[in-house]
């Protein structure tokens, strides 16, 4: 919520500057998210009237002006039509600064001087709805009577200091400049006052004499206040209500809609204004709306309705979609006479499930659906009829009419000080913690403190200590140790250690951490090119989406990968490598919530190719403590190319798929054409991790090495090779390495020649010439007889 910070002193004598303000404030709880002032930017802007003004005798569209700015006498040219000599206007002076960064120099326009500039609405961040007297693509001219001199920035309230305040949702008093201004006193143990709204009610008869207020469901409306304004004037706003409206980020309109607006920000109390010549039957009806009934929003939209709806209607028809946003029939216009001011407190879900039905949020909605206090509604009302007399804008007809159900007793929650001191470790006396209270206004009664009806979050002992910590200084609090003997101590859970010797492997082979969304859309799978039967197609359907494209939950990190990768691609990055840890969700039975699989995801680009990646899984497995991975060609994968992709595997079972994409799909995700993707089961990784580490001593005897060269069919991969070496060479083999591939026409078609590199120890003896040749033997004929192969 933005508010301006004379607004909030106008109820406490606060002296702090806005710095100190907002630290404090964030410290007692009201958390600051920024502020600014309003026309930070504008330097050198002052008023200036203008003495004379005289054409350019080298330009027809240009004139001359001799003006007035407090200091001296200057000149400056300007191409604007609507200025004449005696008016006031905003003087951009020689080094002045406007918004955007515009610096204003002295210079020469067609061969005159100009020691300045003359200032539009626009150039000050001004617009029509701020002064709408203005001219929008003029000169603004000032409608008072102000010294040539002025500083603009504080005659315009330019200077006014924004807070924005971040409220959480539990703190409905605080969507109000009063509820803020009590915390803001609070905190500086400043007194706090707000005068009760009385309106004089110079108007004739008596309200209930014109309207009637019937409401059909009162756990729907608990309470509908309404008063009557007659002899109603429509105009714009003084510039003091326009103005606060504007702090606040709300466009004034007019008088009418501007109160609303404005006790819609004191008071946090949603209003709404009715032409009453424009109620059917003079009657208000608060009901739900029928099957098929549509109403014609202030938006100009047409809206279809249904009976979990809530609306305000008259003897005809709706004339507001309650709590949302009014009917088109009655708002208030130019010709308006009388007017029904509406005050309601309505049910926050209601409220909200219709916003949501109908795709309309707004300030009121999003008040509503917070739960506000059934006490606010009178007050509020009457403060708006105090405005109206205020500003002359009607007259406000005696009598309110009120329709209430019984208003709930305010909560009462025991108040032991020594329970407090116990929850938060602190010695504070009682009653220190009654005058924190008192400005919050929970009363005490005995051993019980009565929390107000604005404040529906205090509902037990832990929400006093809370209060009582909040404005006694969370820094005055001091640190202690837990004390007992159930004390532990913290450390990572087993998998958590797991994820990050994972996460530790791809840093340190230079991938960068990504995370994505886990809704996507269902037309991935068609630019994946999977089957229509495809398992990755059965997905959780999100109940209220955000919109198509985020309408399901993912079954693949593919589609997400890609396109960080062609986010990256497409901004000129040549090479990069990525990789996300995070969740599949695949449906299961009905009445049971989805299954959710743990996923590592790693792409590379501009680089990598198909042996990088697999040796990045080689390292993973091997720092885990897996056994050795395998990897199966697959040729049946739509996403990946069919000549350069494989299923890793350990013991027979698949934990993951590596390749390199597809050429169509590199085209569909617009990613380079070299891109290798690789998608792993980390839930089955971890339950094959084995972190236990044998050492053993540093071998006496030397190694022998023998490096191998054999020609065999294409269809035979160097794994199938290693383990048939491994299986052959018997116990002297320490390690077999393939180390090199080649095809040529010195093979010849078909085939293909793969290079090893055998390591033989043995840890009892030198091995000799003869024992090795053996071995190597045994190896050579095996390769023969159940692969083809042949020495090279």
């Known amino acids: 919520m933005k508010v301006s910070y004379s607004w909030i002193k106008e109820y406490t004598n606060i002296d702090a500057d806005i710095k100190s303000f907002c630290d404090e404030m964030t410290m007692s709880g009201s958390k600051v998210e920024e502020w600014k002032v309003l026309g930070e930017g504008i330097t050198g802007v002052v008023a200036g009237k203008i003495l004379s003004i005289e054409k350019h005798p080298d330009a027809d569209k240009l004139v001359v002006c001799k003006v007035d700015v407090g200091s001296g006498e200057i000149q400056i040219v300007t191409g604007a039509t609507n200025v004449n000599a005696g008016d006031l206007v905003p003087v951009a002076l020689h080094g002045a600064s406007l918004p955007g960064g515009i610096k204003i120099k002295k210079g020469k326009l067609r061969g005159a001087v100009s020691d300045g500039m003359l200032c539009s609405l626009s150039e000050l961040n001004l617009t029509l709805n701020d002064y709408p007297n203005a001219i929008v693509d003029g000169i603004f001219i000032l409608d008072r009577d102000i010294k040539p001199g002025t500083d603009m920035i504080h005659e315009l309230g330019l200077d006014e200091e924004i807070i924005e305040f971040e409220i959480t949702s539990n703190r409905p008093d605080c969507f109000s400049v009063i509820g803020l201004a009590r915390e803001a006193a609070a905190t500086f143990k400043k007194e706090f006052s707000v005068k009760e709204p009385k309106p004089l009610e110079k108007g004739t008869g008596n309200a209930a004499d014109m309207i009637s207020i019937e409401v059909y469901d009162k756990n729907l409306c608990p309470r509908y206040t309404g008063r009557v304004i007659t002899d109603v004037i429509i105009e714009p706003s003084p510039e003091w209500l326009r103005k606060k409206l504007r702090d606040a980020g709300i466009r004034p309109i007019n008088n009418i809609v501007d109160i609303t607006n404005y006790v819609l920000l004191e008071y946090g109390q949603p209003m709404h204004a009715f032409d009453l010549d424009n109620i059917r039957g003079g009657k208000i009806i608060v009901r739900s709306a029928g099957e098929g009934e549509e109403i014609e929003t202030l938006d100009d939209q047409p809206r279809k309705l249904d009976p979990s709806m809530l609306v305000i209607a008259?003897?005809?028809?709706?004339?507001?979609?309650?709590?949302?946003?009014?009917?088109?029939?009655?708002?208030?216009?130019?010709?308006?006479?009388?007017?029904?001011?509406?005050?309601?407190?309505?049910?926050?879900?209601?409220?909200?499930?219709?916003?949501?039905?109908?795709?309309?949020?707004?300030?009121?909605?999003?008040?509503?659906?917070?739960?506000?206090?059934?006490?606010?509604?009178?007050?509020?009302?009457?403060?708006?009829?105090?405005?109206?007399?205020?500003?002359?804008?009607?007259?406000?007809?005696?009598?309110?009419?009120?329709?209430?159900?019984?208003?709930?007793?305010?909560?009462?929650?025991?108040?032991?000080?020594?329970?407090?001191?116990?929850?938060?470790?602190?010695?504070?006396?009682?009653?220190?913690?009654?005058?924190?209270?008192?400005?919050?206004?929970i009363e005490i009664n005995g051993d019980y403190a009565i929390a107000p009806s604005f404040r529906p979050d205090l509902l037990s002992e832990a929400d006093l200590a809370e209060e009582v910590a909040r404005f006694h200084g969370y820094n005055n609090i001091k640190a202690t140790m837990l004390a007992g003997e159930g004390t532990t101590q913290g450390k990572r859970s087993y998998k958590q250690n797991l994820r990050n010797i994972v996460e530790n492997v791809c840093l340190s082979a230079g991938l960068y951490e990504i995370y994505t969304y886990s809704f996507t859309s269902p037309a991935v799978f068609d630019r994946l090119r999977l089957p229509a039967e495809s398992i990755l197609r059965k997905t959780v359907i999100i109940r209220r989406p955000l919109g198509e494209d985020y309408s399901v939950m993912r079954t693949t990190t593919l589609p997400e990968m890609m396109k960080v990768i062609s986010h990256n691609s497409n901004r000129s990055v040549a090479k990069g490598g990525f990789y996300e840890m995070s969740f599949t969700y695949h449906p299961v039975d009905k009445e049971e919530l989805p299954e959710q699989r743990t996923v590592l995801t790693m792409g590379l680009y501009g680089g990598g190719d198909f042996y990088d990646m697999k040796g990045i899984i080689m390292n993973i497995a091997d720092t885990l403590g897996i056994a050795e991975t395998e990897y199966i060609p697959v040729i049946d994968n739509p996403v990946f190319h069919p000549g350069r992709c494989a299923a890793v595997t350990v013991d027979g079972k698949s934990i993951g798929t590596i390749g390199q994409v597809h050429p169509e799909i590199a085209?569909?995700?617009?990613?380079?054409?070299?891109?290798?993707?690789?998608?792993?089961?980390?839930?089955?990784?971890?339950?094959?991790?084995?972190?236990?580490?044998?050492y053993s001593e540093l071998p006496r005897y030397p190694s022998v090495s023998r490096d191998i060269a054999v020609v065999v069919d294409d269809e035979v991969s160097a794994g199938n090779i290693i383990k048939l070496i491994k299986a052959t060479a018997g116990s002297n083999l320490e390690d077999v390495e393939f180390f090199d591939v080649y095809k040529g026409e010195q093979i010849g078609a078909g085939k293909k020649s793969l290079a090893f590199s055998m390591t033989y120890r043995s840890a009892e003896r030198t091995l000799t010439e003869d024992e090795v040749g053996t071995s190597f033997d045994k190896v050579v004929k095996a390769l023969a007889d159940k692969t083809g192969a042949m020495l090279r």
């Open 667 to 694: 085209d569909n995700f617009e990613i380079p054409g070299d891109t290798v993707l690789c998608e792993m089961d980390i839930d089955a990784i971890y339950g094959l991790a084995n972190l236990n580490r044998k």
């Open 314 to 441: 008259d003897s005809e028809r709706p004339v507001a979609v309650a709590g949302v946003m009014g009917g088109a029939d009655s708002e208030v216009t130019g010709n308006t006479k009388t007017i029904l001011f509406e005050s309601a407190n309505f049910n926050m879900t209601s409220i909200r499930l219709t916003a949501q039905k109908l795709a309309m949020r707004t300030e009121s909605s999003g008040r509503f659906e917070k739960g506000l206090d059934m006490n606010s509604t009178l007050p509020a009302v009457n403060r708006a009829c105090e405005l109206v007399e205020e500003l002359g804008a009607g007259k406000v007809v005696p009598g309110v009419i009120d329709v209430c159900a019984n208003i709930p007793e305010k909560k009462k929650i025991p108040l032991r000080p020594e329970k407090i001191n116990a929850f938060l470790g602190t010695d504070i006396p009682r009653e220190e913690m009654i005058n924190i209270f008192k400005p919050l206004e």
